[in-house]
């Protein structure tokens, strides 16, 4: 039997957030996950890379569109007014097209669980739950009232609460057990109840939530945490085993990630930098949040890495002239590329990047005005407040930029073509349609 359009079989896509290239090498050369290596031996599997900013919303959300983030026009998990308010952009903040609404104006029939940036979820025919940014399970989680009702009937749920493993790391694992086990329940069933879809996709967030919290368990496979690590990952290989059991031979499977993973040596705090070199001003007062910042301030930082100069055209505290603004942003950069850790002489900053050599498209103008990618190890920050420009976190991984992934069947060559997560989305979007 054939799906999907013409002489197209349906597409299969699993999204595992924030799962690098080298982790699933290392996870297929030491047996952990006999399924991906039967998958990676039969299609191809290889490194792709991220977005900048290397965020899971950025991610996706050019998955979603196959655009630049300057043409869909969000660059992060927050954001900043004109007035310095703090503000989390969602699904209606995207401008461009998504691979859903696409699908659904040519016909075609698919499910989408959980991925990030589809909240509020377009109210659409198709089989839509949002992910992560979604504050619950309920109607405007999902593309109509049928979605919620078998949702339900399988426990499913959105995302755990990260914040768990600060407090309990024990709780943490029982958490992500629980949710991970219910979306693949929930996936699993879909596939077998449901041989018609032209692309399924599930996302899971779970991957990332595991390695920011426990990637030093990788190191290891007795005891502790390396032994959860390991247990985790064999348990999801058992998912895929499942899936390609589903499915037999009628699909075309797919897997991706949208970033990379490395070990966090250490948090680095670059509004505090910014101060420090007289760039930036605030009141020591973080409830006020960038409220606190005081007039005659230049620039200032958003996670991941951006730093945005303060134009008098583009804030309304901004005090820097168009005249200024170019003398001033070369040398913010060229000062970043010279932070070092004070006690092992590393560099900070891999690389210092103007926005126009980053983005193009009709959004440019909100975009940061400096992005910055860092070694590996040191991930930016962006508090206001006292405190060190090194800091210690709870977490022990971080994105990276390089060493995403993507697996894709034998049938599935245009897509092997895909260079970063951007490219994966635009390829699949032509193949199904």
């Not at 990379?260 to 949040?289: H, T």
């Amino acid at each position: 039997m054939i799906f999907g359009f013409g002489k197209s079989k349906r597409v299969i896509g699993i999204g595992l957030d924030g799962f690098p290239y080298s982790l699933a090498e290392q996870m297929i050369d030491e047996d952990v996950m006999p399924n991906l290596r039967r998958l990676a031996v039969q299609g191809e599997m290889k490194r792709i890379k991220s977005v900048f900013p290397t965020v899971s919303g950025v991610a996706w959300s050019s998955f979603l569109t196959g655009r630049n983030p300057a043409e869909f026009g969000v660059f992060g998990f927050v954001e900043l007014t004109r007035d310095l308010e703090l503000t989390i952009p969602n699904y209606t903040d995207l401008k461009c097209e998504t691979l859903w609404e696409r699908l659904d104006d040519a016909g075609k029939r698919f499910a989408a669980l959980s991925v990030p940036m589809t909240y509020p979820a377009p109210k659409l025919n198709g089989f839509l739950v949002s992910g992560f940014l979604a504050p619950e399970l309920d109607e405007r989680a999902v593309s109509n009232p049928d979605v919620l009702n078998t949702l339900r009937e399988h426990s499913y749920e959105i995302d755990i609460d990260p914040g768990v493993a600060v407090e309990s790391p024990e709780q943490f694992k029982e958490d992500l057990d629980r949710v991970s086990k219910a979306r693949q329940e929930t996936a699993l069933a879909l596939l077998e109840e449901d041989e018609e879809w032209d692309l399924f996709f599930l996302h899971v967030m779970d991957t990332d939530r595991l390695n920011h919290f426990l990637w030093k368990g990788r190191r290891g496979t007795e005891g502790g945490e390396d032994g959860y690590f390991w247990d985790f990952y064999s348990r999801l290989d058992g998912f895929l085993g499942r899936v390609i059991q589903a499915v037999g031979g009628e699909s075309e499977i797919l897997i991706c990630s949208d970033h990379g993973f490395c070990e966090l040596k250490w948090e680095v705090q670059l509004n505090r930098w910014l101060k420090n070199q007289g760039y930036l001003d605030y009141e020591n007062a973080p409830a006020q949040g960038y409220k606190a910042i005081k007039p005659g301030s230049r620039a200032v930082s958003l996670v991941p890495g951006r730093i945005h100069i303060l134009r008098e055209d583009r804030w309304d505290a901004g005090c820097v002239s168009d005249k200024e603004y170019g003398p001033l942003r070369k040398e913010i950069m060229d000062k970043l590329r010279g932070i070092r850790h004070p006690e092992s002489g590393e560099v900070v900053c891999r690389q210092v990047m103007k926005k126009e050599e980053v983005f193009s498209g009709p959004h440019a103008d909100a975009a940061p005005d400096i992005i910055v990618d860092p070694c590996d190890g040191y991930d930016l920050k962006a508090r206001l407040g006292a405190g060190h420009l090194f800091e210690k976190g709870p977490r022990s991984g971080m994105h990276t930029y390089e060493d995403a992934m993507l697996l894709t069947g034998s049938g599935l060559r245009a897509i092997q073509k895909a260079q970063n997560i951007t490219d994966v989305g635009r390829l699949i979007a032509k193949r199904v349609l």
